[in-house]
């Protein structure tokens, strides 16, 4: 079975504090990919990233960072420096590739308040 | 590129009417999945068609339905509506495959309130 984790439901930061989003998953695929998405109040969902299984590599784009652990099965979402535009929730996601379902798996998101 | 886009973005009915909503995807992308999302559910997955027919379904009732045309234009369809159904209903648009290139882009959803 496939499983995405937020355990971090809501999270208030001040701004320009640094957090970090934490996205557990559970997949018996060798292959698979992991995103994040960002969904502002107005309601549509933004994609941030997506990784590869074969590629650990972290990545920096600007204020964000992700970190990628297969041997914790997590992918971390680090915002850097937060700023009041960042207030959203939060999804991970996970899309497997075994039995040609390419479902995507979401996790049940995070809500980040950053407070000016 | 033009984004997915969804109509209407709001909408209004009443307990036991059926609504239609509409999704078009990113051009050249042949996978439209639909999803529910409620502040006590979260985001669930409805079903997902790719080149007409429906590929992937999560667990709702067989009140919800969809169909997708050859132009990958996609509908959704909710007979007989109870409360409950008042949601958020997003789109989302992906070309479909398997490889690592393949994402899922999201429309701007069709707010829907059930009185």
């Known amino acids: 079975a496939q499983k995405v984790t937020q355990a971090q439901t809501e999270i208030s930061v001040v701004e320009k504090e640094d957090v970090t989003l934490d996205c557990v998953y559970e997949?018996?695929?060798?292959?698979?990919?992991l995103f994040w998405y960002k969904q502002p109040p107005s309601g549509e969902l933004v994609f941030l990233i997506r990784?590869?299984?074969?590629?650990?590599q972290n990545e920096i784009s600007g204020r964000y960072s992700w970190n990628f652990q297969k041997s914790t099965s997590s992918f971390n979402f680090t915002i850097t420096a937060s700023q009041v535009v960042d207030s959203a929730v939060y999804f991970c996601?996970?899309?497997?590739?075994?039995?040609?379902?390419?479902?995507?798996?979401f996790g049940t998101g995070t809500r980040l308040k950053v407070l000016a | 590129k033009a984004g997915v886009t969804q109509t209407p973005r709001y909408l209004i009915k009443t307990r036991g009417q059926q609504v239609t909503l509409s999704c078009s995807p990113i051009?050249?992308?042949?996978?439209v999945s639909w999803y529910q999302q409620t502040p006590g559910q979260g985001l669930q997955f409805l079903f997902e068609?790719?080149?007409?027919?429906?590929?992937n379904k999560g667990n709702f009732p067989g009140r919800f339905s969809g169909r997708q045309f050859s132009n990958s234009r996609s509908e959704m369809n909710v007979s007989t509506l109870e409360l409950g159904d008042s949601a958020l209903y997003l789109c989302?648009?992906?070309?479909?495959?398997?490889?690592?290139?393949?994402?899922?882009?999201f429309g701007p959803g069709t707010r829907l309130t059930v009185l």
């Open positions: 996601a996970l899309k497997g590739t075994t039995s040609g379902t390419y479902k995507y798996i």
């Open positions: 997949t018996r695929d060798t292959t698979y990919y």
């Open positions: 989302a648009s992906s070309g479909g495959l398997a490889g690592p290139t393949d994402t899922q882009y």
């Open positions: 068609y790719f080149s007409e027919t429906q590929r």
């Open positions: 990784r590869n299984s074969f590629d650990e």
């Open positions: 051009s050249g992308h042949r996978s």
